[in-house]
């Protein structure tokens, strides 16, 4: 693969990589896209081979069709470690479906990367994450450089394009960042999301309380209630 030609000269992955706008579409964290995607890597400790693949729902969750596909696949005699990049976080089912699958896989180690909380506000939701970082799964809000990453590795750029991921706003990055805390934290939920015109306008409100401020260092606090220090619409950004 070389910057010049993109990944469709002679690429064996290209029929794994995802479409540029799919990609924008699916892991924007502005946008409220229903389906999920899935972009996971496995790699195998004993070999320098990673496996890369995509998938998205059909009428099942994506982290489910995950959990059977492997399960039917694969035999770990060693430990890998996957690594998954979500377009929204597991819902509290799929975090059980998660936790069975890992306690059948004790090889397994896993890492989530989410672009956005999936109803962020149930506490089943709430709840289903917790439980799976205390089954020792990582999860974290993907940032800029995991997005150049996907870019590279999973979508199908255009030619001479490697470098050129969509910017996504940092500041979701970090409002989502910091709700993700406040769940492990068992605070409550730091942010609203409002649907507006007709499910055009998206509208995200920063909700602080007292419990924010005493739990969180005011630099962490004051970088997001400066970004949000009035309600932002997604689409004018
Ligand atoms: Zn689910």
């Not at 496996?51 to 994506?62: E, I």
């Not at 470690?81 to 377009?87: A, D, E, V």
Request: include cysteine.
């Amino acid at each position: 693969m070389t910057s010049d030609t993109g990944p469709s000269a002679g690429d064996a992955t290209l029929r794994r990589r995802i479409e540029p706008w799919d990609f924008a579409d699916f892991f924007d964290p502005t946008q409220l896209r229903k389906e999920t995607c899935l972009l996971y890597e496995i790699h195998w400790n004993r070999s320098q081979k990673i496996w890369r693949n995509t998938a998205c729902n059909n009428n099942r969750h994506v982290e489910v069709n995950f959990t059977e596909k492997f399960t039917a696949d694969f035999h770990p005699a060693v430990h890998c470690t996957i690594i998954w990049f979500l377009s929204w976080s597991p819902c509290s089912e799929c975090s059980q479906v998660i936790r069975e699958f890992l306690s059948q896989h004790p090889n397994v180690t896993l890492i989530i990367n989410v672009a956005r909380l999936y109803y962020h506000l149930d506490e089943s939701n709430r709840q289903g994450l917790r439980d799976l970082r205390n089954s020792g799964v990582r999860i974290q809000v993907m940032k800029v450089p995991d997005y150049h990453h996907c870019w590279r590795n999973f979508v199908n750029y255009p030619p001479g394009e490697e470098r050129h991921c969509p910017r996504f706003p940092h500041e979701f990055m970090n409002l989502y960042s910091l709700e993700l805390h406040c769940i492990f934290l068992g605070l409550p939920s730091c942010f609203t999301i409002s649907r507006r015109r007709h499910n055009t306008l998206n509208l995200f409100t920063l909700t602080l309380q007292n419990c924010h401020y005493e739990m969180f260092p005011p630099h962490i606090l004051s970088v997001v209630a400066y970004d949000f220090r009035s309600p932002l619409y997604s689409n004018f950004l």
